[in-house]
Every structure is written in C-alpha cells, then in structure tokens.
C-alpha cells in the first residue's frame, strides 16, 4: 500500500522571551539528533510590546530571533552581541524620557526596519517574516497577534488620588526591578486581539503543542489570552506539555513570583499547573515537568488530572535543555 514518506513531528511552541528562547534552543538540538525532518513554528508573545521614541519594539519577538539566529548577547539573554550604546546616550543627553530602556545601536537597525515596514502597512507578521530572512532562526516565526495588546501594571503611587497607577511591564520590570507588588497585570488590547495569520493553524495542525518554562502570566498568560489561540488550543487534537517556570517555589530568573503573587497563584510548580488546569477540564495541559525538587508536586498534580514527571529542569546548557525538550515530548507520547 503506498504511504507518504514520514515527515518528522510539527512542534509548535507558544514562547515569551529569555525562557523561551533558551528552550527552544535544546528542543532544536535534540530534534536536530533524533528527528531532523521535524518542524517548530513558534508563536511569540507581543504584549511586551513598547513603542520607545517613536519605533516598535518587541522584545520577545526580537530575543528569539536573536537568540536561535546566533545574534544574541549570551551573557545578558537579550539584546545584541558586541553592543554599543551611543544612541542611548545621545537620547540622555537631550533629556528625553524614558532613559531605562536598553536600546542598544545594533538593535536600533532592527526597530527602525520594523516601523519602517509597520508604517507602510505591513502587518507585524510579515515585517517578522522579513526581520527572519536575515537571522534564519530554524523556526517560523509568528508574532501571536498583528494587533497591539499591552501589559501594564497596577502599582501604588501615594501621589494618585486612587492611590494607584498603571505602568507599562516594562517600566516594572526595567525601571523598577519588579521590586514593588504588582496589584494587577492588565492585559490593554487583549480582549479584542485576533490570532496572527498562521497561528491557528499552527496550533491545530501540530502533532504536540509545548508551553516552554516562560513567564506564567505576562508571556504564556497573554499568549493564550488571545480567544481564538484559546481556542485552537482546545479544538487541536495534539497533545499540549508543558515545563515549569517554578523551581523549588522561586522563578529561575525574571518576575514571575511577583506577578504569580499578585494574582493570588501560588508560586510553585503545582500553583502554575493548577493555574493552567487539566484540559480534561477544560484547561490547557495534558503534560506537565516539574524540577526534581518539586517531585513532592507530582502526586497533587496528576491528581488534578494532569500527568507529570519530575526531571531536571534547569537551563544550564544545550544538552540538559535538550533532555528537558526531549522528557516533555516523551511525557505525552511524541
Ligand atoms: P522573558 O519574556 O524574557 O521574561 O522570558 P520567558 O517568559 O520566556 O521566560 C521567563 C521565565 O523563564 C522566568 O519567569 C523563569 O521562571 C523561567 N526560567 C528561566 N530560566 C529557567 C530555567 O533554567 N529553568 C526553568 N524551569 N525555568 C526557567
Ligand atoms: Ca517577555
């Protein structure tokens, strides 16, 4: 009986930034080993998005891109290698605000093609297909939305009448260090976002769908806030795993504790899996690894219909990321 030639597995990945980029990385490496006909299409968080005198940036977008395109600054997880910082400087000397974001020169190239293209009319997901010629990342990708969608943040300010003041996520986490309690994270755009071109399909034709060890709330959490990514992602008959950002009740690196904590989720690795719910249940996951730290998680966890196994989840290097991406396929049978 005649059959097409096998084609390897369709992984989808829904990313934010620095943790999923660095996933991704080891999940590219073991595909590369065990199944080089595979696939990724990544769909990327765009609600850190800022506009930053006058030109888009979108952080998450760019650290993948740069990280799986070989142009990232490894020793800071973001921005360009071989940085410089006149232009920032340059901005600072004329007083104009804001001075906290880091907008490296070599960076700059990238923000001004993007509004370049943007101000022509291109969506944001052809100007990352263009952005993507250059960096050759291994994946497709896709921005989760063409439509502006911004996370701000609800934080004190005694000098409010309402006693509060919502800032932009980047402003918190920059600016202020994520040092002060995030009072709500409010997602301005979600609800009326459409999915970009290509990501529906890339959910709904994947053979497994991997949530990486990204930010709970403002990357994964505003990914899947867009209704119809929401949707796919119950209609799509591939199985859904995930990897925990918690480890032993701290996130790795970034603010994910403060934001958890300021939603009322407890900051663990059955608290995000809880969090994300079972999709028996209607949640999101048919898999979840936890750290082998939190192996006392795993019995709570299935028990709320979600299978689980503990591994070591800690990104130290491309070969234990690799065995991470390979014990989440393995876990839901791909
Ligand atoms: P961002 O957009 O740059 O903040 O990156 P992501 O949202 O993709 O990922 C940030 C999250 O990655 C952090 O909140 C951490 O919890 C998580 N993280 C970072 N490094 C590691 C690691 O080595 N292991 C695990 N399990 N999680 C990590
Ligand atoms: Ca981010």
Not at 185 to 200: Q, Y
Not at 214 to 223: E, F, K, R
Request: hydrophobic share 45%.
């Amino acid at each position: 009986m005649p059959h097409d030639a096998p084609t390897g597995t369709r992984v989808t990945v829904l990313s934010g930034g620095v943790g999923g980029a660095r996933f991704m990385q080891g999940l590219l490496q073991h595909l590369a080993a065990r199944d080089p006909a595979a696939t990724v299409t990544v769909v990327a968080n765009t609600a850190d998005d800022i506009w930053l005198h006058g030109l888009k940036v979108c952080p998450d977008l760019d650290t993948v891109m740069y990280t799986l395109g070989g142009g990232i600054d490894t020793a800071r997880g973001w921005g360009r290698t071989d940085e410089t910082w006149h232009a920032k400087e340059e901005l600072a000397a004329y007083g104009v605000e804001p001075t906290w974001f880091g907008l490296g020169d070599r960076d700059l190239a990238t923000h001004l093609v993007r509004t370049q293209m943007l101000d022509a009319g291109y969506p944001l997901s052809d100007v990352t297909r263009a952005l993507c010629r250059r960096w050759q990342p291994g994946v497709e990708l896709l921005p989760m939305s063409d439509d502006r969608v911004e996370t701000h943040i609800v934080v004190d300010d005694a000098d409010e009448p309402s006693g509060q003041r919502a800032i932009h996520f980047q402003e918190y986490w920059i600016r202020l260090g994520a040092q002060v309690p995030a009072r709500a994270v409010v997602p301005v755009g979600l609800d009326a976002a459409t999915a970009a071109p290509g990501v529906v399909d890339a959910i709904t034709a994947a053979d497994v769908v991997v949530l990486p060890p990204s930010n709970p709330v403002v990357s994964i959490g505003t990914i899947v806030g867009v209704r119809e990514i929401r949707d796919a992602l119950a209609a799509t008959p591939a199985p859904v795993v995930g990897l925990s950002p918690i480890v032993a009740g701290a996130h790795v690196r970034g603010m994910a504790a403060q934001l958890l904590t300021g939603l009322g989720i407890e900051v663990s690795a059955a608290g995000v899996a809880e969090h994300y719910g079972s999709r028996r249940d209607g949640g999101l996951l048919d898999g979840w690894l936890v750290d082998e730290r939190d192996a006392g998680d795993v019995a709570r966890i299935e028990a709320a219909g979600i299978p689980c196994r503990a591994v070591p989840l800690m990104m130290t290097d491309h070969d234990a990321t690799a065995a991470m991406a390979a014990a989440a396929l393995e876990l839901v049978g791909r």
